[in-house]
């Protein structure tokens, strides 16, 4: 499969958009959160999209020899996977070792199940703890930033070993060079756009029902365009397989 | 003070960086379910970073809420507004950084462990689980329909623990909603 | 607040540049002359582009960033080595004669997009940082020759063949992500604070710059023969900065004075006083 040097860019591009987006889906309370001050998981938004990220990156390489669409969804899963399983230990933390409800002072109901907040809300605080609609939130961020991670990976891959410099050697049915600089690349793909994304949040979010998530447009463009330079950069670094 | 430190902080970065290892070493070995293309390096950072992000965002967590009980009922952390109030209410005698750690680690610590433990058991789950269903690849066999269908499997399965995840989300919240109650006024 | 940070504790801000810039590129280039001699000079070029990144990310986040200081040396390491190995890639493509530009365009090529994110944050996200351009541009060209350096020094070359053999495909490429993020950002988010003194950071940021070498040499054990020289000069060389830099810093603090642990009466006398009161 050779791929083209325009449909790379664009699937880096549209990856970095993926991942700068699913980050403002991911509930991060940062510093206030760790003291149970405010609603959201207690770290900082590029590390927690990031960590989601490494674990899609790696359930995405392990079906590295698969078609698109399930390197994709496996890349989705595994982020989403480690969000969930986080946000939900996060939890038991907060109702058991804190001994707060979860709930959110942004809205007065949560979307989803339609809870009353407000009543639950510590006065004072922006809330505490993840309610379900920041989790099912935040599944969704990790999925998107999953999805994102995964088709920057796969393209990128494709295009090295079709050089004679990352060939798939005889015997073997993956090209370790080319998989582990897909996979840096990937890695670092994954950090400028939480970065880029986080600089837009400043500092914390909750999810889809923040009145914080209308400035996604913003940081979808600047993504766009950071990713689309990464990505020409991806293409010089297929030209250095031709040795 | 530091030397009472860097032996614990020693002591347990080995203890991480063994596992992590470990782990990593395991994924590379050329079995049905492992034999991920990542060389161990690479997987390491990868897993470190997650475990840095999982540590950062449970473990935090009770390190920043124990000093709430003595405020309110049921916790519920300080606001913001009176944040350097003079506490009036602590408990007695010694009290310095070790005893915030020993307070972590009745809890938060063994449920960090778990979290990282459970996103790492769970990941395998569609490359070993899936693999009942035909041979994964990864460096020993190459993409045929078999392969896709194990990894399709697998990958479904994942799918499904994130749907029961947050099922059991939702049930924690009303439980702690039924339990705790509303704030009082 | 000065634009180099805060006024009469911090260093000339062109001190670093030109020990990063010329101490790094020439410790690269000086890499082929000798397998033991070269490999040395590389990992010392890389010393000298984390030192230089720690005092870019002190300038640059002396300002608030909003997210810490570690996520912009992570950003900046991250397209610094994408730009680093395709700046490499091109001196491939060019030739075998053109092998010399690699290195050099690596920086440029992680120096332009460093400046394309910080116009994409003045500009798109509007974030209020007059310096952030100048010193992300610094940052990434620091970080791209901190990855070049100790990439030559394990391979033993800045071709990309060899890098390719040594480097990528057993995966020390994301090692040495991680290892320089935490090189570059660790002095100063260390070291931050309102009686912030840049000489006691940038002294922090020899002793990371040199164990993040040292480890560098442990590593290159299987590729170099030059690696117990990185690994000892490293070690040396840890030694002597982080004792400079402990020893700036009790210089600086107001007193430290182990004052032991209250007397064994207290508890003593708080049963008594327990007793009174349960007796009252």
Known sequence: MVVDPLILIGAVAVGGVLIGGGVHFIPVGGAPAAIATATGVGTGTAMLAAGGGMTGLITAAAATTSPLWLVILAGG???????GI????????????VGCVPSSAKVTHDPITKYEQSKFVTPGTEGHGIPTVCFVSGIIGGLLSGFGGALAYYFLYYSLIATPGYAIPSGAYVSLGAATLAGTFALGLFFVNSVIAS?????????????????????ALACIIASAIVGALGVLLVQGGSF | MVKEHLGPIAGHGFIVTFTIIGVS??????????????PLP????????????????????????EREYQQYPFGGGIPVRIHGDITRKAELGARNSLDAVNFCAKYGGPVTGFCFGAIVFFSFWSTVVGGIFGSVTG???????????????????????????IIINNRMEVFARNKYGPYLK | MSENGRGPNSVDKRKPLVLGIVGGL??????????IIGPLLAALGAVCGIVWGADAIARVASYGLGTGVPSIGYMSLAFSLVGALSGLSVAVYLGTSYTWIGPVLGVVLAMIVGAIVAGLGLTVLKMKIPILMRCTIELAGAAAISVL???????????????LHSVIIPGYIALFFILNTMAIQHPFNACLGPNENRTRTLKLAFSTAFIAMAITGVIAMPFSSAWYVIAIVGAIGWFVSITSFIQASKDEAALVKWTGWWPHEEGEDFDKEVKEIKEA
């Open chain 2, 42 to 65: 690479m997987l390491a950072v990868l897993w470190g970073i997650t475990i840095g992000a999982i540590g950062s965002s449970t473990g935090d967590i009770h390190y920043g809420g």
């Open chain 1, 199 to 219: 600089y837009n949040i400043g500092g914390t979010i909750e999810g889809f029902h923040d009145p914080k998530f209308a400035r996604l447009p913003r940081a």
């Open chain 3, 26 to 35: 020439i410790g690269i280039y000086l890499t082929p002359i000798n397998p």
């Open chain 2, 25 to 38: 070493y395991l994924m590379t070995l050329p079995i049905q379910g492992f034999a991920h293309p990542f």
């Open chain 1, 77 to 83: 899963a595994g982020s989403a996977l480690m969000l």
């Open chain 1, 86 to 97: 986080t946000m939900l230990v996060g939890n038991w933390v907060y109702i058991w070792g």
């Open chain 3, 149 to 163: 350096g100790f990439s030559a020094a394990i391979a033993g070359s800045y071709a990309m063949p060899n890098i």
């Open chain 2, 139 to 165: 460096t020993i066999l190459p993409g045929n329909s078999d392969s896709n269908t194990a990894l399709a499997v697998g990958t479904t399965i994942l799918f499904i623990i994130i749907i029961l995840i």
